[in-house]
């Protein structure tokens, strides 16, 4: 298979479909509907051109009990300027604009995932402000609610990120983690809000529902 990286937006639409996300249905996005070929490939292939593995393919059952919560307590959202960190496909901030945000800043370091996020945007109907690479450790810019979906998957990645979003919450930012109990996810500095089950595929996990909670970091 060929890999076009000149046309991110062309190698998207080739190799997913629009698709209800199983715990947010209202939320539709381009994802693969089979995990590991496109997996595979971008991680030999896209490897060569610098690029990691295409996280944006995938709505993360982090991504998804956040986007539920969000959308089902849209007060928490409603007014506010809203930063979507890590986002992947987009889908946490695109349920804080379906909720009533003013405005959603998505941030991920992937340049392929700034274009799946603006498609997704797109295809929902809402606008996102993409902001692509690493912004950790970064002052807030006017955001009111920080929200990191699936974002604790690397050990020294996690402490950083963990780290600088204890901060903006010390700053007075609320601050919002999905996580289904990956590995480097904090033992502290947050309280649990509400848990889902969340389906997802033994593709990519170890198992096809994750138990996944939503969490308030309190820093
Ligand atoms: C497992 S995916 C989760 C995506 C999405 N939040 C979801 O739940 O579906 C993690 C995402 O975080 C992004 N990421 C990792 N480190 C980052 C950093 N320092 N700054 C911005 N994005 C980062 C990755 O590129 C990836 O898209």
């Known amino acids: 298979m060929e890999v076009s990286l000149g046309d991110p937006a062309q190698f998207i639409r080739d190799h997913t479909v629009l698709t209800p996300t199983p715990l947010v249905p209202e939320i539709s996005l381009f994802v693969a509907t089979e995990i590991l070929p496109i997996w595979q490939m971008t991680e030999d292939e896209m490897q060569q051109a610098g ?23 849209p007060h928490l959202v409603s007014g506010q300027r809203v930063l979507d960190f890590g986002a992947g496909s987009g889908l946490a901030g695109i349920a804080a604009m379906l909720a009533g945000a003013s405005r959603v800043d998505a941030a991920d370091i992937d340049p ?14 809402i606008i996102l402000h993409a902001i692509e690479g690493d912004i950790v450790g970064q002052l807030a810019r006017g955001w009111d609610v920080v929200l990191a979906a699936d974002v604790c998957y690397e050990g020294p990645a996690s402490k950083r990120i963990v780290a ?32 889902y089950g969340v389906k997802t595929t033994t593709e990519l996990e170890d198992t096809d529902l994750r138990n996944t909670s939503v969490w308030r970091v309190t820093g």
């Open 112 to 125: 392929v995932a700034i274009i799946a996020i603006g498609l997704n945007a797109r295809a929902n109907n």
């Open 164 to 195: 600088w979003l204890d901060e903006l919450a010390r700053g007075g930012v609320l601050v919002l983690m999905g996580d289904p109990g990956r590995t480097y996810f904090p033992k502290s500095g947050h309280e649990k809000l509400i848990s």
């Open 51 to 73: 690029l990691p593995p295409p996280f944006w393919a995938f709505a993360w059952a982090g991504g998804q009990a956040l986007a539920r919560y969000v959308l089902d307590n």
